[in-house]
């Protein structure tokens, strides 16, 4: 069977973008309200225990970056691309990320709450324990990627492609699944409403299917 297609992403940095931007200029940029940080690439770069102040970011690539206990709750990012970055104890919620591309990165428990995308990709992530609580999400495509015992409450999707994602023990209350094709992901354990109202629509393949009858507490009867 063919490999499925790649995902190309959604961010337009400039290509062989170069470091216009040191790490104290982006300290003072962080601290500054309403900063603008623009047209640099940071490479490297590790920051700890530090919070933004609705700081913008534009054509901007981050490379290899460490970010630990930083909080960008209330940024936005606009075509910025995340390249092997690892993120630890780190916050975006109530960010606003349009066409921003997440590759190889781990994030695990990074909060997205109350956020807002708008054509936002992640390959080959580890996000187990994201939280996209109340967000809004208009394009989304994920791949390769782990999203284990994520968590989507109340959560607005449209256009939302998933693919070969591990969605175990991730909880749906109350956010639809309509026209979302699931078939290429692992979805054992996931957590939704009693009526499964949350799955309405969906796209699965056989075996979950089978999987997912539990959730209403029937069994198959194997052929003896």
Request: charged share 25%; net charge negative.
């Given at each position: 069977?063919?490999?499925p297609r790649r995902q190309t992403g959604f961010a337009q940095?400039?290509?062989?973008?170069?470091?216009?931007?040191?790490?104290?200029?982006?300290?003072?940029?962080?601290?500054?309200?309403d900063a603008r940080v623009e047209n640099t690439?940071?490479?490297?770069?590790?920051?700890?225990?530090?919070s933004a102040?609705?700081?913008?970011?534009?054509?901007?690539?981050?490379?290899?970056?460490?970010?630990?206990?930083?909080?960008?709750?209330g940024c936005t990012f606009s075509d910025v691309l995340f390249s092997g970055c690892r993120f630890v104890r780190c916050e975006m919620g109530r960010s606003w990320l349009n066409h921003v591309d997440f590759h190889s990165c781990s994030a695990p428990g990074l909060s997205f709450a109350k956020g807002?995308?708008?054509?936002?990709?992640?390959?080959?992530?580890?996000?187990?324990?994201?939280?996209?609580?109340?967000?809004?999400?208009?394009r989304l495509a994920a791949s390769?990627?782990?999203l284990m015992e994520a968590?989507?409450?109340q959560t607005r999707l449209r256009h939302v492609s998933l693919d070969r994602c591990d969605l175990t023990r991730a909880t749906f209350f109350r956010t639809s699944l309509e026209g979302i094709d699931l078939s290429s992901c692992e979805i054992a354990g996931i957590r939704v409403s009693s009526d499964l109202r949350e799955l309405r629509g969906a796209i699965i393949?056989?075996?979950?299917a089978a999987e997912l009858i539990g959730l209403l507490g029937v069994r198959i009867k194997e052929d003896e």
């Open positions: 069977m063919p490999r940095v400039t290509p062989n973008l170069g470091e216009h931007l040191d790490r104290e200029d982006l300290l003072a940029a962080l601290r500054a309200p690439t940071l490479s490297g770069l590790e920051l700890a225990e530090v102040d609705g700081t913008g970011f534009s054509n901007v690539a981050f490379r290899g970056c460490t970010f630990e206990w930083v909080d960008l709750s807002r995308f708008t054509g936002v990709s992640f390959e080959d992530c580890q996000l187990s324990y994201v939280d996209l609580s109340e967000a809004t999400v208009d390769e990627t782990n968590t989507l409450h393949d056989e075996g979950q």
